[in-house]
């Protein structure tokens, strides 16, 4: 029993997904929202769920790649059965599609989407290289919009929904280089086209897009001096994780991990330019 306890967190893989829960929770700040809010609460619910059935759901389409790439996964390492994954997606899809519709139909026509594009990535997108990476970056931006949404303030999260967008951007790129030995057998992703040295190229120039948008705000006066001096280090220590991969391509692994820190300092920097 301890061991499919143990699977069923590395299933959803909370460390991750409570990310995309942050972004919700910033977006709805910066629109107005009471930082203590039903509606926000519900919100983040929904999109832990949304998170939490994304990754089983993705496991379940990965699975011979997995076998390779990822043989630890609940799914190739037999922990639970291949078709859980596909049953525990749509399951926890259906629950943040619920929880959204009490909240207003702007949530549910945003969750709808995201959901809408996740099913096209999976099934058909994912295998088209960049755009399938692009898809991604940009259905993970969508969070902030959804948290701007619960506050009837769409557009107003749209700088930080920017600066996610390349940086996931970039970090997907970066992803398909760590995994291009796997990817041979059924994708055909940017590294495999023109090469895992080009794309470390590609992808940190969209993740450095992302580091150079942190001081617009800074620049010009719309966020104080905590948050310009706070966005530098960040920055430096996002050079120093795509200086690894330079260096050596097999560290891109060690990159996009060391970028996942550099995404959750960068969530940090943002409730702090919302509240200084």
């Known amino acids: 029993m301890s061991g499919k306890i ?12 409570i990310l995309g829960v942050v972004c919700v929770f910033i977006g709805a700040l910066v629109a107005g929202s009471k930082p203590l809010s039903l509606d926000l609460l519900l919100g983040m619910i929904a999109m832990f769920c949304m ?9 379940y ?8 790439n990822h043989p630890n996964r609940p799914l190739p390492s037999g922990v639970f059965k291949r078709v859980s994954g596909l049953y525990m997606g749509l ?7 619920f929880l959204s519709m009490f909240i207003n139909i702007f949530c549910f026509a945003i969750m709808l989407v995201i959901i809408l594009l996740t099913f096209f990535y999976e099934s058909y997108v994912k295998n088209k290289g960049v755009l399938g990476n692009f898809l991604v970056a940009f259905t993970v931006s969508l969070a902030f919009f959804y948290g701007g949404a619960i506050a009837y303030g769409f557009f107003k999260p749209i700088f930080f929904s920017l600066v996610t967008f390349f940086v996931f951007f970039g970090r997907e790129i970066l992803l398909d280089v760590r995994d291009f030995e ?4 059924t994708r055909k992703t940017l590294p495999l086209i023109i090469g895992e040295k080009n794309s470390i190229y590609i992808g940190s120039a969209l993740v450095m897009v992302s580091a150079m948008l942190l001081f617009i705000p800074f620049f010009y006066g719309i966020y104080g001096m905590w ?6 280090p960040l920055t430096l220590f996002t050079i120093y994780a795509l200086y690894l991969s330079f260096v050596e391509v097999k560290n891109a692994g060690k990159t996009t991990e060391l970028l996942r820190l550099s995404m959750i300092f960068g969530l940090i920097l943002f409730i702090i330019a919302i509240y200084t």
């Open 182 to 185: 796997g990817d041979k057998k």
């Open 51 to 59: 998170g939490a059935g994304c990754h089983p759901f993705n496991d």
């Open 61 to 68: 389409f990965d699975y011979e790649v997995d076998k390779i």
């Open 227 to 232: 948050y310009g001096l706070l966005a530098i």
């Open 6 to 17: 143990y699977g069923f967190f590395r299933f959803i893989r909370p460390e991750i997904i």
């Open 91 to 97: 399951i926890l899809f259906a629950i943040s599609l």
